[in-house]
């Protein structure tokens, strides 16, 4: 079992930048694949990206790819979303997850621990 703790979100103008961090706690960390998905509000959770046990291997949704990169360092057991030309659509709670297996998952229901999530507010 992991246990995850966001930070990093905030309020940004469109166009700008934030670069979310995932600190995760307990054994084995380098075992998971790691996930961010975010939920506006009124709406479903939505994927984001997901990374590979490695870092070797990633996956983006359609409408944050070549904006959005995510990234891990298992020596530090944490895992990162840099967002930038941010838009007012990717307004959001953003909640990093883990997924033991180490393969990257588009599917909420296929990741087994989550963090409480980090508020995201792009203005227009």
């Known amino acids: 079992q992991v246990q995850l703790v966001e930070s990093g979100g905030g309020l940004v103008q469109a166009g700008g930048s934030l670069r979310l961090s995932c600190a995760a706690s307990g054994r084995s960390f380098s075992t998971y694949a790691m996930g961010w998905f975010r939920q506006a509000l009124g709406k479903e959770r939505e994927f984001v990206a997901a990374?590979?046990?490695?870092?070797?291997?990633?996956d983006y949704a359609d409408s944050v790819k070549g904006r959005f990169t995510i990234s891990r360092d298992n020596a530090k057991n944490a895992a990162y979303l840099q967002m930038n030309s941010l838009k007012p659509e990717d307004t959001g709670v953003y909640h990093c997850a883990a997924r033991r297996g180490g393969t990257p998952r588009r599917q909420a229901s296929d990741y087994h621990n989550w963090g409480q999530g980090t508020q995201v507010t792009v203005s227009s």
């Open positions: 990374i590979n046990w490695s870092g070797g291997l990633t």
